[in-house]
């Protein structure tokens, strides 16, 4: 409990903004931690499958960080992993029935990867190494920061490859139909997997090429 | 902090007990919701296979516009349940909600009490009519359904889909290409044996199959395209003596 100060702290103190904002950018789940590339390359085809995972995910991770901040004095840590799992399942497939219920044509084309949230690294991560540790305030914020800048990258690449792949956003048609006329065509290689990695890898070279920090020493 | 086990087993249960709880709930809670999501797509599903496309908003009022009548037949083609106009007119149980697989299972085993759900579509003044079909794939299930002139002999036109068939290959018999071929054809021959459609490898062009009874089948997806064959024989034919009846 190091992180815990002794007297009261304003709700939007300026370390309690940073826990929200560093994620969104400089600490940034996908491109600086590396983590959650597999859902990254898999549902971001579209910009509308992009935003309801980065939705869902933000959820998942926001709640379930404050869940696990509440009970973090009572959880007992030899079964502390365990505890942790059956709050991200239990909170994934509420999620789940929820988008069968209100959007499902994007939750058959997400398909498996909703349950796959479960196996989402960032979360356990977040759970494990944050909530377990700090007030649920706090928790909160991380876990909404996190959950934002895993979405922000998502729906960065699901932009450019909905645009580049179909010529639509959102499912609108963008490039104009003359465009097609004088023989531009849609790439269908970046509805593919390995553009999406690519994609990841231009945003992680234009962020670091930003922000010489994250470059590392060896 | 180190905790005694039994305080482990105290926690473990009542965690496990408040989850079961919650998911139990949410899932009771949302069910009517996802129910009617399965049921629009259903519908719009059956409307598809008559040439009727439709957004997912509008499909309940089109369905209740174009499908007049919903029909159960029995294996010796009498009728057992009619619904119309909104109500149940005749029998106990609505077509729509008969399930197809549960029904082809009854057959397989013998069971006599078998009734085959049939949608009956005016377009236009056109009567069309729409016979569900379901059936085995390659690695899970097919269905889909086929759309006849009033002769019930042409076919109008056909969906199908797929729980799991090989994408690019199997998967190709969801796409309208694949599904555009079966306009046109006829499940019974000129002296009025039912022949059924089949999807022939190699092209109906160099098979002796004549060609109103046979589509291409697709390239690599062999074992899917025979299941398709299989999947129209064995369920049209349930409806024969029904078709016979009334031709």
Redesign the interface.
Known sequence: MTTESKKKEPLFSAKNKKLFSLPLFGNNPITVQVLGICSALAITVKLENAVVMAISVTAVIAVGNLIISLLRNTIPSRIRIIVQLVVIAALVIMVDQVLKAFVYDVSKQLSVFVGLIITNCIIMGRFEAFAMANKPWPSLLDGIGNGLGYGIILVIIAFFRELLGFGTIWGYKIIPESFYDFGYKDNGFMILPPMALITVGVIIWIQRSKNKDLIEKN | ???SNS??FR??AI??II?AA??AA??EL?KP??LD?IRI?KMQFILSSAGIRVE?KDVIPTYNKFITKELGVDLSGNIVSIFQNGKQEQGTIRPFEISLKEELDKISKGAGDVVLPLYICNNDGKTIFIVPVYGKGLWGPLWGNMAFADDMNTVVGATFDHKAETPGLGSEIATTVFQAQFANKQIFDPSGEFVSVSVVKGGVKNSSTPEAHGVDAISGGTITSNAVSKMLHDCLINYVPYFKKDQ
């Open positions: 902090m180190q905790h305080y482990i926690y473990s965690m496990v989850v919650m998911l949410t899932a949302l919701k996802q999501n797509e997912k």
